[in-house]
């Protein structure tokens, strides 16, 4: 069992950035692949990161390609979401995810085998 807790969340203006930050318990990160979901007001979940155990390869969607960047310190047990150039869009709980697998493609939801908690992020315009 993995317990994963993020932080770092909260409301800025478009064009701003934010750094995301998930500390991970119970096991050690560099066993796993991670990820990044977020769950916009009113949508589904869907994928917005993920980066392979040993940080050699990242993988995002279209929508945050350039602007998000993923990174993990597996001594610190800890993951982070590098956000620039904030969109209203971008408006969502954001949650950090342990992977079932890391690949170039699409990620369900179901991908994800642990989840944290989530923190709110709010871009207004």
């Known amino acids: 069992q993995v317990q994963l807790v993020e932080s770092g969340g909260g409301l800025v203006q478009a064009g701003d950035s934010l750094r995301l930050s998930c500390v991970a318990s119970g096991r050690a990160l560099s066993n796993y692949h991670m990820g990044w979901f977020r769950q916009p007001p009113g949508k589904e979940r869907e994928f917005v990161a993920a980066?392979?155990?040993?940080?050699?390869?990242?993988h995002y969607p279209d929508s945050v390609k350039g602007r998000f960047t993923i990174s993990r310190d597996n001594d610190k047990n800890t993951v982070y979401l590098r956000m620039n150039s904030l969109k209203p869009e971008d408006t969502a709980v954001y949650f950090c995810?342990?992977?079932?697998?890391?690949?170039?493609?699409?990620?369900?939801?179901?991908?994800?085998?642990?989840w944290g908690q989530g923190t709110q992020v709010t871009v207004s315009s």
């Open positions: 980066i392979s155990r040993n940080s050699e390869n990242t």
């Open positions: 995810v342990v992977l079932r697998a890391f690949y170039t493609g699409t990620y369900p939801a179901s991908l994800a085998l642990y």
